[in-house]
């Protein structure tokens, strides 16, 4: 099975300062993967996906990740964090013969002004 | 155009009563997913659907629980007997795709509390 990890439960992070949010994932095949967000009470909102191409995927609200196939890593990042951005962010996997997502446990970030 | 839509959006069921969770998907999506997301945890998958065909349930977690998409369009996930451990909130998701790799479009979900 494969398995996703988001090493950080909670991130906080002061209004402006840059943010990094990590996502490791288990996989020996290729895989496609995706940054979610659910803001309190609303569904997953889709930030960005790396389907294939270029490792830098950038994604809405000025968020990117970079794609590491021998770190088989996925980390998000923003330079300058608003309070809106605070939230819960899922990193998922789909692998290319498959459909299913498999996701993280979620990182909660929390911007303090 | 109308994004993924779920109902309830809330559903409290005393131990024991059979529920059923209605998913309406973006028009046209072939893919139908539903996830079980518990407090503080990341979506779990429980079963697929392509058009009106049930491909995988491998994620169902009793004979409890059972789902069907009968037109290919609107889909109920039907949980019989309801224990505690059941509640979570339940995610639907659509997407275009016949196979991975496409983004899925999530509804609001619907929170089931078991009594």
């Known amino acids: 099975a494969q398995s996703v990890t988001q090493l950080d439960s909670q991130v906080p992070v002061f209004e402006e300062a840059p943010v990094e949010l990590r996502c490791n994932y288990s996989?020996?095949?290729?895989?496609?993967l995706f940054w979610y967000v659910q803001y309190p009470n609303q569904g997953l909102q889709l930030l960005l996906k790396?389907?294939?191409?270029?490792?830098l995927v950038k994604g809405i609200n000025g968020f990117e990740a970079e794609f590491n196939k021998s770190q088989t890593s996925f980390h998000l990042r923003k330079p300058s964090v608003h309070i809106s951005d605070t939230a819960e962010y899922f990193c998922?996997?789909?692998?290319?013969?498959?459909?299913?997502?498999?996701f993280g446990t979620g990182t909660s970030l929390t911007v303090i002004p | 155009g109308a994004g993924v839509s779920q109902s309830p959006r809330y559903k409290v069921a005393k131990r024991g009563q059979d529920v059923a969770l209605r998913c309406d998907p973006i028009?046209?999506?072939?893919?139908l997913f539903w996830y079980q997301q518990a407090l503080g945890q990341g979506p779990e998958f429980l079963t697929y659907?392509?058009?009106?065909?049930?491909?995988?349930k491998s994620g169902l977690p009793s004979d409890r629980f059972f789902a069907e998409r009968p037109e290919g369009s609107v889909s109920t996930l039907k949980i019989q007997r309801t224990q505690q451990e059941d509640s979570a909130v339940y995610l639907c998701?659509?997407?275009?795709?016949?196979?991975?790799?496409?983004?899925?479009?999530f509804g609001p979900g619907t929170r089931l509390t078991v009594l």
């Open positions: 998701a659509s997407s275009l795709a016949e196979r991975g790799g496409h983004e899925q479009f």
């Open positions: 996989s020996s095949v290729s895989v496609y």
């Open positions: 790396y389907l294939s191409g270029s490792t």
């Open positions: 998922a996997v789909s692998l290319g013969t498959g459909n299913q997502f498999y």
């Open positions: 028009s046209g999506h072939v893919s």
């Open positions: 659907f392509q058009n009106e065909a049930q491909l995988d």
